[in-house]
C-alpha cells in the first residue's frame, strides 16, 4: 500500500502522506491513470519504487537514482553519523568516497562539513555522471567525482578520512537476492567475490598510503562480516576505534585510524 502511494503522490506531486491519509478521495485523471498503469507494471516486475521514481531520501536529501546506481540504505547513514563523531562540523577535513556511487555518502557529509573538501571514485561513469547530477542539483561545490579503479587511483595528496560502501556479497550469493536488488541493482556495486571480502582485501592494502597519519578509515559491511574485516584491517595495521551496529543490531559499520 505504501509503496502505490508514493507513486501516485509522485504522479500527483503530493506528499505521499497527505496520499495516504486521503487515498478515498483521491482522483487521477486520464492521463495520469495512464501513467500509474505503466508504472504499476514496473512494479509488477519487482522494480523498486525507488528505481521506477528515479529517487531516494537519503540523510537529509532526496537523491537521483537510476539504474546505474546502487539504491542508497538507510544503514549506510552510519557511515555519517560516524564522521560526525569524530569531527567537529567547522573542521577542514579531505575525505575520499571509495566506490561513490549516486555520491549521496560523500555530498550528505560535506553538507554536514561545509569547511571540508572531498573526492569520490567510481569505476563506473555512468555513476559519475549520477553523482554529478547530484551534486548539482544539491548544490555542493566542495566535491569533485573521477571515474577510476581504487587500484588505479593515485590521490595528489592524503586524506583525513575514507569513506566506503563496497560490494560485500559473495557471488556465490547474488541469485539467491530478493528479485528487486539483484535484477535492478548494478552487479558491480553488489559482488564482493568469492569470499565477499575481496575490496575489503584491496582496500585495507592501499588506504595506509592514502591517509594522514592517524586518519580514518571507515567502512560499511554485510552482515557476519564485522570480525573477518576487523581482521583484514589489522593485518594493515590499522586500529579499530569502533564497531556500530544498525537498527536491527546487525553489526555494520567499522571506523579504523591509520597507525
Known amino acids: 500500500?505504501?509503496?502505490?502511494?508514493?507513486?501516485?503522490?509522485?504522479?500527483?506531486?503530493?506528499?505521499?502522506?497527505?496520499?495516504?491519509?486521503?487515498?478515498?478521495?483521491?482522483?487521477?485523471?486520464?492521463?495520469?491513470?495512464?501513467?500509474?498503469?505503466?508504472?504499476?507494471?514496473?512494479?509488477?516486475?519487482?522494480?523498486?519504487?525507488?528505481?521506477?521514481?528515479?529517487?531516494?531520501?537519503?540523510?537529509?536529501?532526496?537523491?537521483?537514482?537510476?539504474?546505474?546506481?546502487?539504491?542508497?540504505?538507510?544503514?549506510?547513514?552510519?557511515?555519517?553519523?560516524?564522521?560526525?563523531?569524530l569531527f567537529a562540523s567547522d573542521s577542514r577535513i579531505n575525505i575520499l568516497d571509495i566506490g561513490?556511487?549516486?555520491?549521496?555518502?560523500?555530498?550528505?557529509?560535506?553538507?554536514?562539513?561545509?569547511?571540508?573538501?572531498?573526492?569520490?571514485?567510481?569505476?563506473?561513469?555512468?555513476?559519475?555522471?549520477?553523482?554529478?547530477?547530484?551534486?548539482?542539483?544539491?548544490?555542493?561545490?566542495?566535491?569533485?567525482?573521477?571515474?577510476c579503479s581504487w587500484n588505479t587511483y593515485r590521490p595528489a595528496s592524503q586524506f583525513t578520512v575514507i569513506v566506503s560502501n563496497p560490494p560485500y556479497i559473495k557471488t556465490a550469493d547474488i541469485d539467491d537476492l530478493s528479485p528487486n536488488v539483484k535484477l535492478y541493482d548494478p552487479l558491480?556495486?553488489?559482488?564482493?567475490?568469492?569470499?565477499?571480502?575481496?575490496?575489503?582485501?584491496e582496500i585495507s592494502s592501499l588506504a595506509p598510503n592514502w591517509l594522514q597519519p592517524n586518519g580514518f578509515l571507515i567502512l560499511e559491511v554485510g552482515y557476519g562480516q564485522s570480525e573477518q574485516v576487523i581482521n583484514i584491517l589489522q593485518k594493515s595495521m590499522f586500529k579499530i576505534i569502533d564497531v556500530k551496529r544498525d537498527l536491527s543490531g546487525i553489526e555494520r559499520t567499522i571506523i579504523a585510524q591509520n597507525k
Open 100 to 147: 561513490t556511487g549516486s555520491g549521496c555518502i560523500l555530498l550528505s557529509l560535506l553538507q554536514e562539513f561545509p569547511n571540508a573538501t572531498g573526492i569520490g571514485i567510481d569505476i563506473s561513469n555512468a555513476a559519475i555522471k549520477v553523482a554529478n547530477t547530484n551534486k548539482s542539483i544539491i548544490q555542493i561545490d566542495n566535491a569533485k567525482f573521477e571515474q
Open 188 to 201: 558491480i556495486a553488489l559482488d564482493g567475490g568469492a569470499t565477499g571480502l575481496t575490496a575489503y582485501e
Open 1 to 85: 500500500m505504501r509503496d502505490l502511494t508514493r507513486l501516485i503522490a509522485h504522479i500527483k506531486r503530493l506528499r505521499w502522506e497527505d496520499v495516504y491519509i486521503n487515498y478515498k478521495n483521491i482522483e487521477l485523471t486520464s492521463e495520469e491513470l495512464s501513467l500509474f498503469k505503466q508504472a504499476h507494471e514496473r512494479y509488477k516486475q519487482n522494480e523498486p519504487v525507488s528505481k521506477i521514481l528515479q529517487q531516494r531520501a537519503f540523510w537529509k536529501h532526496v537523491f537521483f537514482i537510476n539504474h546505474d546506481v546502487l539504491d542508497p540504505r538507510p544503514e549506510t547513514e552510519l557511515i555519517i553519523e560516524s564522521v560526525l563523531s
